[in-house]
């Protein structure tokens, strides 16, 4: 797999949950070349039916998981719980603007993530996309919003991250981007900034794949694994 398509599927890898303003914002664009330059109307981000979007929530983990899991869905005045959990995971349905800011896809509606956080990426990685989507949201520019995340951090109004945060993501309905679409069945593994070779990452023959986000302070690892949450095989070799 190649290095840029590694950082920018991990940088698509992030969940949110949000309290959204009532109506669509326009936020600054990045690039006047990029593919998706601001903000699309909010409906384009929204799922109609709520039991489809639970559906899609779910498909991110195993059913020994998600069927346990609370599973959140995106409404217009925010994420709101549709469905409680038992087991501390929490399931929903990323969208593209939980990427790293610079990313390409950052506004792109068409993206679909389904993803199922244990309880400690819930507690620590959780409130980190909380933040994100409420600036995105108030239609802060990406200076503003790159700004508030690290004066967030400097203040610790942001938790560090607890170790063995994790999610899944092995849905094969998601859309991660116009390129990979699906990609692979995956787990993310979420920490402090850290070199990548002290998990054997992104070395020949290793299924770990790392990428450093410095605005939010993390490397995330990705590990590739060979079956779908339906236990159906991920018949396409990673590349």
């Given at each position: 797999?190649?290095?840029?398509?590694?950082r920018?599927?991990i940088?698509?890898?992030?969940?949110?949950?949000?309290?959204?303003?009532?109506?669509p914002v326009q936020a600054q664009?990045?690039k006047?070349?990029?593919p998706?330059?601001?903000m699309?109307?909010?409906?384009?981000?929204?799922?109609?039916?709520?039991?489809?979007?639970?559906?899609?929530?779910?498909?991110?983990?195993?059913?020994?998981?998600?069927d346990?899991?609370?599973?959140?869905?995106?409404?217009?005045?925010?994420?709101?719980?549709a469905?409680a959990?038992?087991n501390?995971?929490?399931?929903?349905?990323?969208?593209?603007?939980?990427?790293?800011?610079v990313n390409?896809?950052?506004w792109n509606?068409k993206?679909?993530?389904?993803?199922?956080y244990?309880?400690?990426?819930v507690?620590?990685?959780?409130?980190?996309?909380?933040?994100k989507?409420k600036?995105v949201?108030?239609?802060?520019?990406?200076?503003?919003m790159?700004?508030?995340?690290?004066?967030?951090l400097?203040?610790?109004e942001?938790?560090?991250?607890?170790?063995?945060?994790?999610?899944?993501?092995?849905s094969k309905?998601g859309?991660?981007?116009?390129q990979a679409?699906h990609?692979?069945?995956?787990?993310?593994?979420?920490?402090?900034?850290?070199?990548?070779?002290?998990?054997g990452?992104?070395?020949a023959?290793?299924?770990?794949?790392?990428?450093?986000?410095?605005?939010d302070?993390?490397?995330?690892?990705m590990?590739?694994?060979?079956k779908?949450s339906?236990?159906?095989?991920?018949?396409?070799?990673?590349?």
């Open positions: 797999m190649k290095p840029k398509l590694a920018e599927l940088g698509l890898a992030l969940l949110l949950a949000a309290v959204l303003i009532s109506q664009p990045q006047t070349d990029a998706y330059p601001s699309a109307p909010l409906d384009q981000y929204l799922i109609a039916d709520p039991n489809a979007e639970i559906a899609l929530a779910r498909s991110a983990a195993p059913k020994a998981i998600s346990n899991a609370e599973v959140l869905v995106l409404e217009r005045q925010g994420y709101t719980t469905v959990g038992t501390g995971f929490v399931c929903i349905v990323e969208r593209s603007w939980t990427a790293e800011i390409p896809n950052f509606p993206l679909r993530g389904p993803i199922c244990n309880a400690p990426a507690r620590t990685y959780l409130p980190l996309t909380i933040a989507t600036l949201l108030a239609g802060k520019t990406n200076e503003q790159s700004k508030a995340i690290e004066a967030a400097d203040k610790k942001l938790p560090a991250l607890e170790i063995g945060a994790m999610c899944f993501m092995m309905d859309y991660l981007d116009d679409g990609w692979h069945p995956h787990l993310m593994f979420f920490v402090p900034l850290t070199d990548a070779k002290s998990w990452a992104d070395l023959g290793s299924p770990v794949l790392a990428t450093e986000v410095p605005e302070r993390l490397t995330i690892f590990v590739p694994v060979a779908w339906d236990g159906t095989p991920d018949s396409h070799p990673r590349n």
